[in-house]
């Protein structure tokens, strides 16, 4: 059964191709056009092959934009009879309508076939004129069912500078059906990263957008048959917009509008309709560009919250991704690669996303050449939605679409066009390694990493998709990290001199820290005499925010003499802050020898006394003797 499908196929396609080739000659080459056709509406959105009185009515705008006059202009309805039957047929006639066979008019003007706009009077330059022209089925001469056609018009006049001739033309798809083309459709929801790691909101714009944007998203997604992946790190921070947070310095309270989104989320997940982006949704492909991809996918897996750790996982490749990169992205159960076709079961699952062939098209004319699209296809093609205009385009199924799971029921051979290389985000890695740089420093000063952003967190949403630019995300980062310090503002205050009286003494300093964090530091000093003066390491303190405190200086003697000690305030990571100060240091003994002077002269004189004293009481002794007698 399948070979004959192909089989009916490849003719379709030669007889195709006969056609376009035999068929008359193309726009291109009779010339330049000189009308501008624009067919802007169609009356119906399938055909039906089994009512022959079906009408098909075309309308639209014509303009010469050309520098002559033509006359004798009139606008046909024109169509292609041979059926278009597959996707790579419907790709190369609508990619090269120039190849289309000027052959195919109907002009029967009593059935509105044709339109004349103009005999002898003159369609001058830039002049424009509307148009409805119109055929059944019948006329058309479609025959077969559950394929596509190609209906449009062609504008014929004589230029005043040529002959008359096909001046412009233009086609629509319309498929032939009355049975539903099949689609898959993957919502995403995602946004630009305006919270931080450590839940700080920067503004308003995530609660608006679960309003607007996101708002749009999750209720395409909550249509049947439609699959929505979620950023987890979306999902974490629409739930502290549930509860009091801070937006800015601004305490706020929780939002009703997230505590009801996240109960709709949850209700997917509950319904097997919910998979997993990545952290962040990071563009690997740029990580890959900027040698960083082992990197953010560890801090992508690093940084995931628990809470969606049992829900499938998937990412989505934009641009035009690489083999190596596709296979070191084996931790995902799906791979989604947008603009591509082809699908192949995995693990991981790999599928490919539809291009969007329409979105210019209007309206009237988009849904046609979807259905077309879908109709064609070998599998049901996979639609990505994340926008509010791509939910929009997917809204309407009417009769003539539907929805079904994302699945591949058999391998296919997946196919993308070539697109320019990912750029190296370049300044992102940069701002990352100096933060990464800051922390470590700061850890260092301060002695704990508080107030430090969580670098897996940081890192994936750093390479998030979200970002309009480069520069949005280094301002990102820069927001999410402490600000530089300040390092002159932790000061030390100290004698510019000192003597010393003995051969170890102590003497007192001050450090004063004027920043807005806590230091912890030690003062360490350096003779220019060590073999005479010496001068052990304080111990650490912690100095707090605004505080001073004071340490002892104790230096060490080994000979007298004077020697100048450069001190300096350093960290436990041997990092030198402040500004250093030189302090004179004197060691003598005559400080020694005075108080032995001191010492042996009071000696002397307690002696003395007390010699003094003794006599005294023996002369008194003496002298009551004598008196006795």
Known sequence: MMVGRLLRAGLAALLLTLAVAVGAPSASAVGDEYIDVDLASVSVTTLDVSDPTQTVVLSGTITNTSTVDVTWLSVDIWRLTEPVTSTAELETVTDDPDSLPLTGRLLEEELGNTLVLRTTDPFRPGERAQFTVRATIEQLGFTRDDTAYLVGVQARGLPTDGDKRTLGRDQAVLPATQTPAESSALVILDAAPSWLPDGTFLDDSLHTALDQRLETLLASAERPGVQAAIDPALYSAVGRLAVPHQVGDDERPGSGIAVRWLERVDALGEEGRLWRLPYGNPDFSAAEASGRLQQVLAWARAAAPAGLEEVPSVTVLDGDPSNDLIARLSEFDTVVIRNATGASPGPPQLIGAARDRYSALPESLRLPRRIAEELLAESPPLYLIDTPQAADDDRELGAWRRHVPIAVEEPLPLRWPDGPAATPRTQVSAALDAAAARAVFLRDLTGTGEGLPDSN?????????????????????????????????????????????????????????????????????????????????????????????????????????????????????????????????????????????????????????????????????????????
Do not use: C, H, Y
């Not at 030690?522 to 001073?548: H, K, M, N």
């Open 457 to 629: 967190r940081l890192g994936a949403l750093a390479f998030s998709k979200g970002f309009v630019d480069e520069g949005a995300a280094v301002r990102f980062i820069e927001a999410a990290i402490p600000a530089e310090q300040d390092t002159g503002s932790v000061q030390l205050s100290a004698a510019q001199s000192f003597v010393m009286g003995a051969r170890t003494n102590t003497f007192p300093a001050t450090l004063t820290n004027e920043l807005a964090v806590p230091v912890v530091v030690r003062l360490e000093f350096t003779s220019e005499s060590p073999q005479r003066i010496r001068v052990p390491a304080t111990e650490f303190v912690t100095v707090g925010p605004g505080e001073s405190q004071t340490v002892e200086i104790s230096p060490e003697a080994s000979s007298n003499g004077v020697s100048l000690v450069r001190a300096r305030i350093v960290t436990r990571g041997g990092a030198v802050i402040g500004a250093p100060q030189t302090i004179e240091i004197t060691a003598t003994d005559l400080g020694r020898v005075g108080w032995i002077i001191i010492v042996v002269s009071g000696a002397v004189v307690v002696g003395g006394t007390a010699l003094r004293i003794r006599g005294v009481r023996r002369q008194r002794a003496k002298e009551e003797r004598e008196s006795g007698q």
